[in-house]
């Protein structure tokens, strides 16, 4: 069956209020992304004591990490070069900050996250596949590759999956190029986070096309909607276009048996997380009595 779990701090950026609220309403599962301004896995010793203070409290555990990795423009072979000098030194230095940005995460942030899964006895780590910072969407440079295949081995060594987060603006940012990335580097230590709502964003039809190319891949899920605004842009909505009915009916049809992530990105956060929680909740109901009735 389905599971639900609800990112942490969508809640409140007090882990215990969090906590204490999403408890209230039955959630035992949930995923770390950071509280109190930071980002997981860098808290102090203090905090992550706290925190599992509070899971024991509150009979909670910890599925998923998600320290955003990856979430970054990947610096190409070379600088680009300017006849001027002041614009020269300026791209080459802008340059080298994101080759050491790629490395931190790569050799600090990376393993600090997998120590810290570790600890809390959590085995998905959400990550990122690179902004495209300003090309056009479609296949990632080989580099990008090497990357995510790189940091995939290092997670198999811990026994960790990355679930690679489909993102808006970023190489991964519909299923099919989802999918495209995933099968490039063929790793079973690199699976899918599948986002329909930043799916959608980003222009793709969630379900069930961009379903339907990712399915193979997925190891998590995030839950939330959107709609084109009046403006002509997409927005994140409690009630919105995506095809919420059919993704959850195909998801248990397809065996998917991992969890389902609130993610609301909307204020006010608990009206709106509630609100998430309680519609994925029939959803699921309805999709499994049906599922039942049909045996």
Known sequence: ??????????????????????????????ELRGFFGERVPFFSDYQKQHLR??????????????????????????PQRWSFTCLDIGAYQGWRE?????????????????DYAGELGVKTVVIFGFQRAGEAPGFPPEEV??????????????GIVLALETEDGHWADSGERQAQIL????????????????????????FPTGYRALKDFIQH????????????????ATFGEIDWDGQIQALIQDGYDGFISIETHQ???????KAAYDRLSALIEAQEHSKTRAK
């Open 98 to 114: 994101a080759q050491r940005a790629v490395d931190f995460h790569l050799q600090e942030a990376l393993p600090a996250t997998l």
């Open 183 to 206: 099968a490039a580097v063929n790793h079973p230590a690199l699976r899918a986070n599948w986002d329909p709502g930043n799916a959608f964003c980003a222009g793709d039809t969630p």
């Open 53 to 78: 203070y509070l899971l024991e409290l509150y009979r909670a555990q910890v599925i998923a990490l998600s320290p955003g990795l990856f979430k970054m423009p990947f610096p190409p072979p070379e």
């Open 1 to 30: 069956m389905l599971k639900i779990s609800l990112v942490l701090d969508e809640l409140s950026a007090d882990p215990e209020t969090a906590l204490e609220l999403g408890s209230s309403w039955g959630l035992k599962y949930f």
């Open 221 to 236: 899920v995030h839950f939330k909607d959107a709609r084109i605004a009046s403006n002509g842009q997409a927005e994140f």
């Open 145 to 158: 590759l090497s990357a995510l295949r790189a940091a995939a081995e290092r997670a198999a060594q811990a």
């Open 267 to 273: 204020r006010p956060k608990v009206a709106s997380a």
